[in-house]
């Protein structure tokens, strides 16, 4: 449903989208940014890492004292943009910004959903602000706001 500035509303929802974050997407977000390589095959990708990191292995992370390997803040970003345009097709994104209050672990079930706070027009555009939660269904709990 194509969704128009005047017909939002302060305090409406923004519908939630459920994701799994898994290892293998983030070792292919990372060979993107020049850490590891991924490589096609005809069964798949092939992910190959240079140095494990925080964001690929349990055990590094945990040596750094984290519970386990966490997403990459940029790549979980990403999925903060999709909430926005999944709900509004046609809208477009001007700033993000995400505070994180803990980390986004691999391989749980992530649910990622938001309010607006604010609306305004400027330069005849209509601004929408939101404050977005995510939430682990199963394991530790995230929580970040978007503005």
Same mark, same amino acid.
């Given at each position: 449903?194509?969704?128009?500035f005047?017909?939002i509303?302060l305090g409406?929802?923004?519908?939630?989208?459920?994701t799994t974050?898994?290892?293998? #997407?983030v070792?292919?977000?990372?060979s993107?940014w020049? #850490?590891?390589?991924? &490589? &096609?095959?005809?069964?798949?990708?092939?992910?190959e890492?240079d140095?494990?990191?925080?964001?690929?292995?349990?055990?590094?992370?945990?040596?750094?004292?984290?519970?386990?390997a966490v997403v990459?803040?940029?790549?979980?970003?990403?999925?903060v943009?999709?909430?926005?345009?999944?709900?509004?097709?046609?809208?477009?994104?001007?700033? &993000?910004?995400v505070?994180?209050?803990?980390?986004?672990?691999?391989?749980?079930v992530?649910t990622?959903?938001?309010?607006?706070?604010?609306m305004?027009e400027?330069?005849?555009?209509?601004?929408?602000?939101?404050?977005?939660d995510?939430?682990?269904?199963?394991? #530790?709990?995230?929580?970040?706001?978007?503005?």
């Amino acid at each position: 449903m194509v969704r128009f500035f005047h017909e939002i509303e302060l305090g409406d929802e923004i519908d939630p989208i459920e994701t799994t974050i898994t290892t293998d #997407q983030v070792k292919f977000f990372q060979s993107t940014w020049g #850490q590891g390589s991924a &490589l &096609l095959t005809g069964s798949g990708f092939t992910i190959e890492e240079d140095k494990p990191s925080r964001f690929t292995s349990d055990e590094v992370a945990i040596s750094e004292g984290l519970d386990g390997a966490v997403v990459p803040g940029i790549m979980h970003m990403g999925f903060v943009a999709r909430l926005v345009t999944d709900w509004i097709p046609t809208a477009k994104i001007i700033h &993000l910004d995400v505070i994180w209050r803990q980390f986004v672990p691999h391989n749980k079930v992530l649910t990622i959903g938001g309010i607006v706070t604010d609306m305004k027009e400027e330069d005849g555009k209509g601004i929408c602000e939101d404050d977005n939660d995510a939430a682990c269904l199963s394991g #530790q709990c995230t929580r970040y706001f978007h503005q």
